[in-house]
């Protein structure tokens, strides 16, 4: 067994995160598996793979890991390093020393998986390695807009207490196929369901708590377009709700079905957006709607409720 001490640059961050960056030969599923059978130990116990390191903790490592360091040559990145930087560049709305802003467009991952090649997480890695911005928080694959990348691990880590902590405000927007009324919040706890790979979110008593605050800023027919601030930051939770609320997003297939299609002039593509964030130093960040949003408003004459800065609630 091999021994070494969380450095203090390392503070807050994922043991798994940690692990895959300090030995990439090593998969989720290696790295689940040896913190289960106690192969992998934290200051002599048992640990999960979302526990957040402490300066100077000490982690116990099997011999057979360092053994399997440098097995085979790293894959090659799936992007040249000059598309990686154009391509995030071109995303790019907003920066400081300390973060960057990027406008995510619909479709493309933040981080990869079994199935997903092209992502955010690849992009920076193969256009900046070592030195790329970090992701600290993610936005569904369907969902575009604001997303917040930091410039270092201590930027992570500040940042990404800022998230968790509820100090950053959000608000997305979205068009809804239902009316879930002028305003009020939904409190419904979630909780996932359903096999590996085609997981989805459900209702659940016992499930961890979750609230939306929500405001209608205009309406064409049955087709709502809504400010949504999602207090907390559950897995699909506006999508969840407002189908709960009978109010699903237009092009959410996933939990409306066919009903997610009702205009067949209007792009099948998930209708929501990251749109404004404020910064716990009052910073504010808007990013542009995408094309198929704004063509969705565009054909139902709501463009003109589409408000320019962060809406109360």
């Not at 130990?41 to 440098?70: E, F, H, M, V």
């Not at 929501?272 to 964030?277: E, P, R, T």
């Not at 063509?295 to 809406?311: H, R």
């Amino acid at each position: 067994m091999a021994e070494l001490q969380v450095p203090e640059d390392e503070e807050g961050t994922r043991l798994d995160r940690f692990l895959r960056r300090s030995h990439p030969h090593l998969g989720q599923a290696q790295i689940e598996k040896s913190l289960r059978s106690g192969q992998i130990r934290l200051d002599g116990a048992k640990a999960k793979s979302n526990s957040r390191l402490i300066t100077g903790q000490k982690l116990t490592l099997p011999d057979w890991l360092l053994a399997a360091a440098s097995p085979a040559p790293a894959k090659r990145p799936t992007m040249a390093a000059a598309e990686a930087r154009k391509m995030i560049s071109r995303l790019q709305i907003a920066e400081s020393q300390r973060w960057l802003a990027l406008n995510k467009p619909a479709g493309l991952a933040c981080q990869g998986g079994s199935r997903t090649s092209r992502h955010i997480d690849g992009m920076l890695q193969a256009g900046f390695g070592t030195d790329r911005p970090l992701l600290v928080h993610r936005l569904d694959r369907d969902t575009s807009g604001l997303l917040l990348l930091a410039k270092g691990r201590a930027e992570a880590r500040d940042l990404g207490a800022d998230f968790k902590g509820r100090r950053m405000e959000k608000c997305y927007l979205g068009l809804s196929i239902g009316d879930p009324g002028p305003a009020g919040r939904i409190t419904a706890a979630l909780a996932k369901s359903g096999p590996r790979g085609a997981e989805k979110m459900r209702l659940d008593a016992d499930g961890q708590p979750a609230l939306t605050l929500f405001r209608r800023l205009g309406q064409a027919g049955a087709i709502c377009l809504l400010a949504l601030r999602p207090v907390t930051g559950r897995t699909h939770q506006l999508r969840v709700h407002l189908a709960s609320a009978g109010a699903p997003l237009l092009g959410d297939g996933k939990y409306a079905g066919a009903a997610a299609h009702p205009i067949g002039e209007l792009a099948r593509q998930l209708h929501l957006h990251s749109a404004f964030l404020t910064l716990p130093d009052g910073t504010r960040l808007a990013a542009p709607l995408p094309d198929h949003f704004r063509t969705a408003l565009d054909f139902l004459g709501l463009a003109e409720a589409v408000p320019e800065t962060m809406p109360d609630f």
